[in-house]
Structure formats: structure tokens, C-alpha cells
């Protein structure tokens, strides 16, 4: 079956009461049970939910996976894999990724003795170098934020499984319409369903895709204990927004590319992050792995200072200035100050975040008017 079907009816069963083509809304925190320990697969909603079920299957489906969890936000789904480790044990991550996930690694679970290496991951034998006999995972996140870097999944998925070593890989900047890390040799995929799965920035929400059965277990066994959670209604939420992926992507994929080219284009730009140009590192990489190169990109004013960019950021009228992306709207984003403001200073600039990168999530207006509004805004 090919992926748009996919898409239309995963986790879709017409309502066994009803007959209802869309998945109901089980607004219910209990189960009513014929004798204790005696019921239809449901006791209480923190352990389970019939909406929450539906949307857990047709994640696993638009990730070619097995099992799927879903969770109340996406640090909640990485909070979780970190949860199967114990004091002692030691992380691979990528040296840029989401600010919202090194301040998790940094200023909480570094607290219990879980050690993080962060790394250049671009290059696979970064990771060899700094597996020891304590490395339990690797974390990888492709493409990165905000600098678009590009890892190798096969390549790393590889030594992390010479190494018995489990790899997580944050695919949200990808989608599943764009990358399937599993395929690819990964042990997770892990997801800020807030972005392009739910896609109209109406919902918080994470997610984790795995094969392993013992593996989902674990996991569940999280998910239930620390309980946390998505509501139903957000479940159905995003129910809905899968059908729709495929058809959205397109068009961020599209809009991006004209977006990315144009701002190449433009004298008073700097640099352009964009994994679809040929000269962006791993290109090659990027072209074999993903079915296209997504809405997301950075760049840098040739007028490198932080007080142009915040002249640009104040001066748009479609994009609007915003923390997320992934969503139909576009948004302009000031990592610095905003995503990744939980990095220290330092650790970003010697990334290559700097203070006056300009992130943008390109939504599916037309791209007409999203350029136009650069263009009116850059000056």
C-alpha cells in the first residue's frame, strides 16, 4: 500500500457501536468492568484509551513500525527513552540539536548521573569514537535545528548495533513523509507530533515508533507509571491531521524550495541553511535517505547583525513570530532568544548557531506571498 492510503486510513476502523467512519472521542477517565480485573481491554485512561489507541496504531503505520506510543508532548517521549538508562550509563547526542532536548539532557538527567557526550554527528565515525562500554544510546536528530545538518542513520544505526547500543532518532524536522528511521536500521523514532503530524499548531503532543516488542514494553511501562499522557480529544486531533500529511508536505517541500532559492538569490543574505542545495553538507546523504527536503531552513544577513535580524523578525506581515513549526501557517523563528535559548552562549556560537540566525517553518500559503514578504521585510 502506498504511503498516501496509508495515511488516509491508519488507525481507522468505522466505530464497532456506531458505525462512525471517524475514530470517537472517548472522553472518559474510567472503565466500568463486569468483575475486578474483568474488562474489555480498558480500566483507566492513564493506561489506556480507545482514542488514544487508534492514534498509537497509525503512528506506528506512517513509520513502517510495529508499536507506537504516544505521549503529552515530545520531550515527554524523549524523557521516557532516557528513563530506560540508570545512573552510570552515558549518551551519544548531537552537538546541535533541539534546545528543548539538551536542556532535558543537561539540567535533568545529567542530575542522576547520566553522562551525554555531544558530538559532531555528521560524521559517522564520530560516533565509533566515543562508544565505551557505558554507552547505552545513541541520540540522533536529522535534520538538526536549526542548521539543517544531516546525519546518516544507516551509517550510524550500523555501529550503534555492532556496538549493541539502542539509536532513537528524532525525526520531526523530516516527518514520516520524508524519512523512516527505522527502515534505516534505527531502534526509535521519535516524533514532536505537535509539528507536521498534527499540522495545524492546535495541539501539544510527542510520540514514540518502535519494532522491538520487549522494547515497547519498557516504554509502556513509562508511559503508564509517569503518566504522561496525551487527552483524547488531542488524539483525535491528530487523527486528523494524518490524512493530511502527505498532501501538506508536498506543499512544504515545494514552498520551501522556492523560499530557499530565492533567499540564495538575495544580495542582502548571507548564508542559506537548506539540505536540498548540492553544496549543503551531506547532500548526498540527505537525497538518499529522504523522499524530499522538507519546509523547514536558516539563514544569516550579509548585514550579520543581531540588530538587522531583529529588524527582519519585526517586519514581516505572513510569517508570523513564533516559537514551534510544522504547522499550515508560516512562522520566523530567533533561536538564540527563543529555541535554543536553554544553550549556553558559547556552545552555540562554536555550532555555528549565531545570534542573528533566522529560522523560518515554511507553511503552504502560496509561495508568492511568502516571498514577497521577505522580500519586504529584508528590505
Not at 520551501?256 to 538575495?266: I, M, P, Q, T
Request: proline share 4%; hydrophobic share 35%.
Amino acid at each position: 500500500m502506498k504511503l498516501a492510503t496509508k495515511l488516509i486510513h491508519a488507525g481507522a476502523e468505522p466505530d464497532p457501536s456506531t458505525g462512525a467512519i471517524m475514530t470517537p472521542v472517548y472522553q472518559t477517565s474510567t472503565y466500568v468492568q463486569s468483575a475486578p480485573g474483568k474488562n474489555k481491554g480498558y480500566d483507566y485512561s492513564r493506561a489506556g484509551n480507545p482514542t488514544r489507541t487508534a492514534l498509537e496504531e497509525a503512528l506506528a503505520t506512517t513509520e513502517n513500525g510495529k508499536f507506537g506510543l504516544a505521549y503529552s508532548s515530545g520531550v515527554a517521549a524523549t524523557d521516557t527513552v532516557i528513563k530506560l538508562l540508570k545512573p552510570g550509563d552515558e549518551v551519544i547526542a548531537a552537538s546541535d540539536m533541539y534546545g528543548g532536548t539538551y536542556r532535558l539532557f543537561s539540567k535533568v538527567f545529567e542530575k542522576f548521573g547520566i553522562r551525554f557526550h555531544y558530538i559532531d554527528m555528521t560524521n559517522p565515525e564520530n560516533v565509533s569514537k566515543h562508544i565505551n562500554s557505558n554507552t547505552k544510546l545513541v541520540w540522533t536528530e536529522t535534520p538538526t535545528n536549526p542548521l539543517m545538518n544531516i546525519c546518516d542513520i544507516k551509517a550510524i544505526a550500523s555501529i550503534a548495533k555492532k556496538h549493541k547500543v539502542l539509536m532513537a532518532v528524532d525525526n520531526t524536522f523530516a516527518s514520516p513523509y520524508l524519512q523512516n528511521p527505522l527502515d534505516l536500521g534505527a531502534d526509535i523514532a521519535m516524533h514532536s507530533v505537535t509539528k507536521y503530524l498534527g499540522g495545524h499548531s492546535d495541539v501539544i503532543m510527542g510520540c514514540l515508533v518502535m519494532n522491538d516488542a520487549d522494547l515497547r514494553e519498557k516504554l509502556y511501562f513509562i508511559q503508564k507509571s509517569c503518566g504522561a499522557v496525551p487527552g483524547p480529544m488531542d488524539c483525535f486531533l491528530v487523527l486528523r491531521g494524518i490524512k493530511t500529511l502527505h498532501v501538506r508536505m508536498q506543499r512544504h517541500c515545494e514552498n520551501g524550495e522556492k523560499v530557499a532559492h530565492w533567499l540564495r538569490s538575495n544580495q542582502k543574505v548571507g548564508k542559506v541553511y537548506w539540505p536540498g542545495f548540492e553544496d549543503h553538507p551531506n547532500h548526498v546523504i540527505a537525497k538518499k535517505q529522504m523522499r524530499g527536503f522538507g519546509g523547514m531552513l536558516s539563514f544569516t544577513l550579509k548585514d550579520d547583525s543581531v540588530e538587522n535580524a531583529m529588524r527582519v523578525l519585526s517586519s514581516t506581515k505572513i510569517f508570523s513570530l513564533a516559537e514551534s513549526l510544522g504547522g499550515v501557517e508560516s512562522l520566523i523563528n530567533h533561536p538564540a532568544t527563543m529555541t535554543h535559548a536553554s544553550i549556553p552562549r558559547e556552545e552555540r556560537i562554536k555550532n555555528g548557531l549565531t545570534d542573528s540566525l533566522i529560522r523560518l517553518s515554511i507553511g503552504i500559503e502560496d509561495a508568492d506571498d511568502l516571498i514577497g514578504d521577505l522580500k519586504q521585510a529584508i528590505g
